[in-house]
């Protein structure tokens, strides 16, 4: 019998494993971390948020470098963090960067009242893209409309299929305080699911698609963006699944310590590197991904160390 969930006992989520596991991933020292790459899983490490935010931003740039008409690639990327995007711009402007031809690829959008939010709202991931991005872009250097691939409630087929018409290089994201990448979270615990989370075989054929978010993630974003209002957050998003995150060459995940604690971001990386797959933990699927990348902040990694000082 699987453990209750400790925060939201009508869902899976990491609290439901086995403590050893959990205990495991505690104990580890940033030494210990940078020694948990294996081949296909790799582990760098940045002393500045300068050179991590600019190591982000110049995925953008290698990615598009490629593009030809014969050739689009691209590359799919977060809204959180978002501080590399007016970097990605920046770069592209100064270096006459030519991405006409390249793909763009947005994670995910919140989605509410039957539909995405719309571009007005202060919470639109499309937004946020825009203003921090696109359109600081040089239009005679920008790629078109039709590359810039947008999740829409209406374009959710359209969307899955772009990543067979043009190359997704690299996925990128940031990790959520329920181990998610996108808003690939936990399932409910209801139905076939009840006594057990899905198998990691059966959620890795999960696409794109209209979500429930797991209550962890509506606090986070309350947190982390919604001025600590967490009845303005949407319940459900539209996010891309898996089964397009597997046609990506390669996921690179940024950790500058913003989006998950230094327990989460130790536990996901204990079970990538020893293939611990349980989809109760989403982020721990990637074990079977051929290349993943985990990009830490190296200030932000701490410890899982008790200390009511920090309280006080």
């Not at 959620?203 to 001025?227: C, E």
């Amino acid at each position: 019998m699987r453990n209750i969930s400790k925060v939201a006992p009508d869902w899976w989520d990491y609290t439901t494993l086995d403590k050893e596991i959990l205990s495991d991933a505690a104990r580890l020292t940033v030494k210990d971390l940078s020694q948990l790459s294996r081949p296909g899983f790799t582990i760098k490490f940045y002393d500045t948020l300068e050179s991590f935010y600019l190591a982000e931003a110049l995925e953008y740039i290698r990615c598009w470098q490629s593009v030809t008409e014969d050739n689009p690639t691209g590359i799919c990327g977060p809204i959180g963090p978002t501080e590399q995007l007016p970097l990605v711009a920046q770069l592209v402007n100064d270096l006459e960067l030519n991405i006409r031809n390249g793909h763009f690829w947005a994670m995910d959008e919140w989605y509410l009242n039957g539909r995405e939010v719309p571009v007005s709202n202060p919470l639109s991931f499309t937004r946020a893209d825009l203003e921090l991005c696109f359109n600081r872009i040089k239009k005679e250097l920008r790629m078109s409309e039709q590359n810039i691939h947008f999740l829409r409630a209406d374009n959710i087929e359209e969307y899955s299929k772009s990543f067979d018409k043009a190359r997704c290089l690299i996925m990128q994201g940031g990790q959520g305080d329920v181990k998610h990448w996108a808003f690939n979270d936990p399932v409910k615990r209801e139905g076939k699911y009840k006594d057990n989370p899905p198998d990691p075989e059966d959620y890795k054929k999960l696409g794109t698609r209209i979500v429930d978010l797991h209550p962890m993630t509506i606090i986070q974003n309350a947190r982390t963006s919604g001025g600590g209002i967490v009845s303005n957050i949407p319940s459900q998003a539209i996010t891309v699944g898996p089964f397009e995150t597997w046609k990506s060459g390669k996921v690179s995940i940024w950790h500058a310590g913003c989006h998950d604690n230094p327990f989460g971001m130790r536990l996901t990386t204990l079970m990538i590197s020893k293939k611990i797959m349980d989809s109760s933990v989403p982020m721990s699927l990637l074990a079977s991904h051929p290349d993943v990348l985990f990009n830490f902040y190296r200030e932000c990694i701490g410890s899982c160390k008790i200390d009511l000082n920090k309280i006080l």
